[in-house]
């Protein structure tokens, strides 16, 4: 394997992610941060519509088979990737549960009411969450100013988008909206099991291990819970599912790599500000959906918490794992 490949760049990173391993960011790197970003976005999109004639958790378990397969193919093409240690797959394991079965699955459930737009918006606290519980399990990673406003602006966006009074009354819009606030938890509470897993282990026989042991769990779990499938969906719903797992889920993890490879984790965090925004875009030009009031002043809320909680990090903190989900 050339030693100027992605995968072996990223396994040269520095433990902290935050020098960059080329010159500085230039087009290409903009482009392909951008350009994941609308993968990542898209997928609310994909999951509204597949969600709407396949049952949520079969539409987990074939996007995880289809990104396995992506990630599979990947790994037989790059040979030298290297294997898991028994640690590394024990964090596979956790990885595959904590941050792609549970939370890929409450996403799909809660989409089911839950326009796309809006979960959009609410997995936009995902990394504001990671602050949050690094405070109580990283050393070092204490809560600062900066830190704790961002946290906190993050959950007054939840409140202000599900809105007081229905958190009172918790009907299905907002328990839908909470159980995706959960999703964002679940990726949160992922980033700090997985902080070193990239330093430790193969990224791409890493990422391939954690999808394959996410489809081989899924699979039952949704059997058990909604039956065998029975009929094939319609076309759209089809096609929406296959891209979701081939191309947001599997190529996008490898789109992930090249960017932590090129330009290091940093850089990649800045993605957290585009797929809230490009979501909701996706979700006005596609679907028709209009926000409310409530959720444009959430977004807002999101990305300014973003923001500055951004500055009281401190250089190379920010892992690539701590990015929304795919």
């Known amino acids: 394997m050339s030693s100027s490949s992605p995968v072996e760049k990223t396994r040269r990173a520095p433990p902290s992610g935050g020098r960059p391993q080329t010159a500085g960011p230039g087009f290409a790197d903009y482009g392909l941060l951008g350009l994941l970003g609308a993968f990542w976005g898209l997928s609310f999109i994909l999951i509204k519509v597949g969600v709407a004639e396949v049952p949520p958790f079969t539409l987990t378990a074939v996007r995880l088979t289809a990104a396995a397969a992506v990630m599979g193919v990947v790994l037989a093409f790059t040979r030298g990737a290297g294997r898991l240690t028994a640690r590394g797959w024990r964090l596979a394991l956790i990885s595959a549960v904590m941050g792609n079965v549970v939370p890929f699955t409450l996403i799909a459930y809660g989409q089911q009411v839950v326009d796309a737009g809006v979960a959009a918006i609410v997995l936009g606290v995902m990394p504001l969450t990671t602050l949050g519980l690094a405070h109580f399990f990283i050393p070092g990673e204490q809560l600062n100013w900066p830190k704790t406003f961002g946290l906190a602006a993050g959950i007054a966006a939840i409140v202000t988008l599900v809105g007081p009074q229905s958190l009172l009354g918790l009907g299905a819009q907002a328990s839908s909206q909470l159980l995706i606030a959960l999703a964002a938890v679940c990726y949160g509470a992922n980033a700090i099991v ?133």
């Open 194 to 326: 997985t902080r070193r897993m990239l330093d430790q282990s193969p990224a791409i026989a890493l990422s391939c291990a954690i999808m394959s042991i996410a489809a081989l769990v899924m699979w039952p779990v949704a059997v058990a819970v909604e039956g065998v499938p029975t009929a094939l969906p319609g076309p759209v719903a089809s096609a929406a599912i296959l891209t979701l797992g081939a191309v947001q889920t599997g190529f996008g993890q490898l789109l992930l790599l090249m960017l932590v490879a090129r330009q290091g984790a940093s850089f990649f965090s800045q993605i957290n500000f585009i797929v809230p925004v490009v979501g909701v875009f996706w979700a006005s030009i596609l679907l028709s959906e209009q926000l409310s009031t409530a959720s444009w002043a959430a977004l807002g809320l999101i990305l300014l918490g973003l923001a500055v909680a951004r500055s009281g990090q401190r250089s190379g903190k920010l892992r690539p794992d701590q990015s929304p989900g795919r």
